[in-house]
């Protein structure tokens, strides 16, 4: 598998609704959020505030990731 590459991404929650997002512990960035990636690390952000990270691999397997150029 391809590593992600360090930059800054749109993340969208995968689950359809707040409560399944809720369940998967994505409550924070449902339905979606800002997200940089780098080092490995993916930093998730809500009106400039950090809302939640997990690593790279992670964000990457459960979210929708749009770069933004």
């Known amino acids: 598998m ?4 360090d930059g800054q991404y749109i ?4 689950e359809r609704n ?3 997002a809720a369940m998967n512990g ?4 449902f339905p ?3 997200c940089t990636i780098a ?13 939640w990270s997990c690593n ?3 964000a990457e397997a459960n979210f929708n990731l749009k ?3």
């Open 2 to 5: 391809k590593k992600i590459e």
């Open 18 to 20: 707040a409560l399944a």
């Open 11 to 14: 993340a969208i929650c995968k």
């Open 26 to 29: 994505h409550a924070a960035v």
């Open 39 to 51: 080092n490995g690390q993916a930093v998730f952000k809500r009106d400039g505030t950090m809302v």
């Open 32 to 34: 979606e959020a800002r």
């Open 67 to 69: 770069p933004i150029a």
């Open 56 to 58: 790279a691999a992670y």
